[in-house]
């Protein structure tokens, strides 16, 4: 999210570091202990006492251990509901999405592209984490509808849901190719995978559009 204006003085920003910082120091406890052990058998007691804070401490920062690991969702998720989200039509809707990813990605800065596969590898071999991320993509991908619904209340909620779900997959997937690339000079920012996954998007929908639909023609122009 946006760095809001300096209302607080430089102990304001000072604070937000170290909370930065903690939760950092959490994530990787977290894990490492998932990677070791497996998150069914690691407690948030152990994530604590592996960070050098107070279970109580934890859930000041993390409602789960599952979200300690998944840091990223619970950054995205807030985003969702707290940046503006402005949208007329179906085309503006998906553009909104994208603009509420580039807020995230601003605020991301540039991740660690190591620990990024190291969480990649924990959600494809643990089914706990798997479990969480999914559930967190369909709570994300609920509040991403209702905004679009707020801002288009006579659009059909089928339409809604499904623009929600390509925000999902879209935002998912550039994370996915930019923890696929190459360690080299060339690798791609986080934003221009980003990027490059929302272009070919859009080419696969236009390949869509241009399908004879079953009736005769073609499907039409989409999104509008």
Same mark, same amino acid.
């Given at each position: 999210?946006?760095?809001?204006?300096?209302?607080?003085?430089?102990?304001?920003?000072?604070?937000?570091?170290?909370?930065?910082?903690?939760?950092?120091?959490?994530?990787?406890?977290?894990?490492?202990?998932?990677?070791?052990?497996?998150?069914?058998?690691?407690?948030?007691?152990?994530?604590?006492?592996?960070?050098?804070?107070?279970?109580? /401490?934890?859930?000041?920062?993390?409602?789960?251990?599952?979200?300690?690991?998944?840091?990223?969702? /619970?950054?995205?998720?807030?985003?969702?509901?707290?940046?503006?989200?402005?949208?007329?039509?179906?085309?503006?809707?998906?553009?909104?999405?994208?603009?509420?990813?580039?807020?995230?990605?601003?605020?991301?800065?540039?991740?660690?592209?190591?620990?990024?596969?190291?969480?990649?590898?924990?959600?494809?071999?643990?089914?706990?984490?798997?479990?969480?991320?999914?559930?967190?993509?369909?709570?994300?991908?609920?509040?991403?509808?209702?905004?679009?619904a707020e801002q288009l209340p006579e659009?059909?909620?089928?339409?809604?849901?499904?623009?929600?779900?390509?925000?999902?997959?879209?935002?998912?997937?550039?994370?996915?190719?930019?923890? /696929?690339?190459?360690?080299?000079?060339?690798?791609?920012?986080?934003?221009? /995978?980003?990027?490059?996954?929302?272009?070919?998007?859009?080419?696969?929908?236009?390949?869509?559009?241009?399908?004879?639909?079953?009736?005769?023609?073609?499907?039409?122009?989409?999104?509008?």
């Amino acid at each position: 999210m946006p760095a809001a204006e300096d209302s607080t003085g430089p102990e304001e920003g000072v604070r937000q570091r170290r909370t930065r910082e903690l939760r950092q120091r959490v994530h990787l406890a977290a894990l490492e202990l998932g990677e070791r052990y497996g998150m069914a058998a690691v407690t948030v007691a152990q994530i604590s006492a592996a960070a050098d804070i107070s279970r109580r /401490s934890f859930f000041r920062y993390f409602g789960c251990k599952e979200e300690a690991v998944l840091d990223g969702h /619970s950054r995205y998720l807030a985003a969702v509901g707290t940046v503006p989200f402005v949208a007329a039509n179906r085309a503006e809707a998906l553009e909104a999405i994208d603009r509420l990813g580039d807020v995230v990605l601003a605020c991301e800065g540039t991740p660690d592209l190591a620990e990024h596969r190291r969480v990649s590898r924990l959600i494809e071999a643990d089914p706990a984490i798997r479990a969480y991320a999914v559930s967190q993509d369909r709570v994300i991908t609920d509040k991403l509808r209702n905004r679009l619904a707020e801002q288009l209340p006579e659009e059909d909620p089928t339409a809604l849901e499904l623009i929600a779900h390509i925000g999902v997959t879209i935002w998912r997937n550039g994370w996915i190719r930019w923890s /696929s690339q190459a360690d080299d000079a060339a690798a791609e920012t986080p934003a221009e /995978s980003h990027a490059a996954v929302r272009a070919l998007f859009r080419d696969l929908a236009e390949v869509a559009c241009a399908l004879p639909d079953p009736e005769g023609g073609r499907r039409g122009q989409a999104p509008r």
